[in-house]
C-alpha cells in the first residue's frame, strides 16, 4: 500500500494564479482532511470529508475548496493564491467505522505564494 | 466547537531527564484525544489515543498520557528522555469518530545531551 501520496512536494506560485494540491489513498479511508502548518500555529484544518460527496469546512476554509467525488482522491484548490497561503499542506485520512480513527499523514507540499 | 491549547511552545529537558508535555481541552463531553509526533525531516506520527476507559493510556516509544476530566487535560509523559525524542509534538482533541479532528499549536522539544 501506498498509503496518503500527496503531489506536488514543492510548488512556487505567483500571487493570483490558482492550483491544486493532489491527495489520494489506497486504503479505502472514509475520513480525508486538509492541513496547513505554519510556524507557531500547530495544525490548522482547512477542510474535511466523511465520505464521497461529503465535504465540510474547517478552521481556515477561506480561499480554498474541495471537492471528494471518489473514496480515493481528496484535492485541495487555491483559486487565487495569496502570500498569506505560503505553507506546508499536509493531507490526511482515516478509517472511522474501525472507531480507531487514527490519521495516516501524507508527508507533505510546501507552497510558496511570492 | 472544541479547541486545544498547549502551554508550553519550547522546552528543553537533559537527557535522562522526566518529560511532560501539558494539553488542555475545551468540549463538553469526554472526546477523542491524540498526541502526534513530528520528527525533523519526518512525517507526524500517532504516539497514543485515548477514547474511553482507563485514564492511563500507553503509547509507542515508552510515552504514556493521563486523561483528566476533572481538569480537561491529556498531557503526555515519558519518565527517561532520549536525544531521539526531540521532536514537535502536538495534542489533538474530536467530538467523534466522524468529526473533525482539532490539532494544538505543538510543543517544541529540545533535548541535551
Known amino acids: 500500500n501506498a498509503g496518503v501520496t500527496q503531489t506536488p512536494k514543492f510548488q512556487v506560485l505567483k500571487t493570483g494564479q490558482s492550483m491544486t494540491l493532489q491527495c489520494a489513498q489506497d486504503?479505502?479511508?472514509?475520513?480525508m482532511s486538509w492541513y496547513r502548518q505554519d510556524p507557531g500555529m500547530g495544525l490548522r484544518l482547512i477542510h474535511y470529508s466523511v465520505g464521497a460527496g461529503i465535504t465540510d469546512q474547517g478552521e481556515v476554509p477561506n480561499g480554498y475548496n474541495v471537492s471528494r467525488s471518489t473514496t480515493e482522491d481528496f484535492p485541495l484548490r487555491l483559486l487565487s493564491a495569496a502570500p498569506s497561503q505560503t505553507s506546508v499542506y499536509f493531507c490526511a485520512s482515516s478509517y472511522p467505522r474501525t472507531g480507531a480513527n487514527v490519521l495516516t499523514f501524507g508527508a507533505g507540499s510546501r507552497l510558496t505564494v511570492l | 466547537a472544541q479547541s486545544v491549547t498547549q502551554p508550553d511552545i519550547h522546552i528543553t529537558v537533559s537527557e535522562g531527564a522526566s518529560l511532560e508535555l501539558r494539553c488542555n481541552y475545551s468540549y463538553g463531553a469526554t472526546p477523542y484525544l491524540f498526541w502526534y509526533v513530528q520528527s525533523p525531516g519526518q512525517g507526524l506520527q500517532l504516539l497514543l489515543k485515548y477514547f474511553s476507559g482507563d485514564t492511563l493510556v500507553q503509547g509507542i516509544k515508552g510515552f504514556e498520557a493521563e486523561f483528566k476530566r476533572s481538569q480537561s487535560s491529556f498531557n503526555l509523559r515519558k519518565p527517561s528522555v532520549h536525544w531521539s525524542d526531540a521532536a514537535e509534538y502536538f495534542c489533538a482533541v474530536q467530538k467523534t469518530s466522524y468529526d473533525k479532528v482539532i490539532f494544538g499549536p505543538g510543543t517544541s522539544l529540545s533535548v541535551i545531551p
Open positions: 486504503m479505502n479511508h472514509e475520513y
